[in-house]
């Protein structure tokens, strides 16, 4: 499904930009032809393809941890606090509640050498 979904963006920038515009940018694309605001419409486009929430550092390793049980007070902090033991830094996070259940979702930057400590 992600690979149908970033083919149908593709192709929507690519149908967008061979007729001039979308209707977000009317006011600045009035040719009939691409201009240099269609070219400023499909930058964006590959921005949000491309866009990410993290700075990631390439001197660090790169960490996806992911944590589910029952929904109870401190869940997150030990969870933190196990990264932070290890050297870790937690960059980015998204956590839901799922009836009775609470999943969390990290992005960890941590030194190549204590990765094992994870």
Known sequence: VP????????????LSTMRGGDVSHKD???????????????????????????DMDPSLAHICISGSGPD????????????????????HSKMIRLGHEFVT?????????KRGDL
Do not use: C, Y
């Open 3 to 14: 690979w149908v979904a970033g083919t149908s963006l593709v192709w929507t920038i690519i």
């Open 28 to 54: 600045d694309i009035e040719a009939p032809f691409p201009t240099g605001s269609t070219l400023t419409l499909v930058q964006e486009g590959l921005d949000d393809i491309f866009a990410s929430p993290v």
């Open 72 to 91: 109870r007070i401190g869940h997150v902090a030990k969870m933190a606090r196990t990264v932070a033991d290890a050297g870790g830094n937690v960059t």
């Open 105 to 113: 979702l990290m992005h960890v930057g941590i030194e190549h050498e």
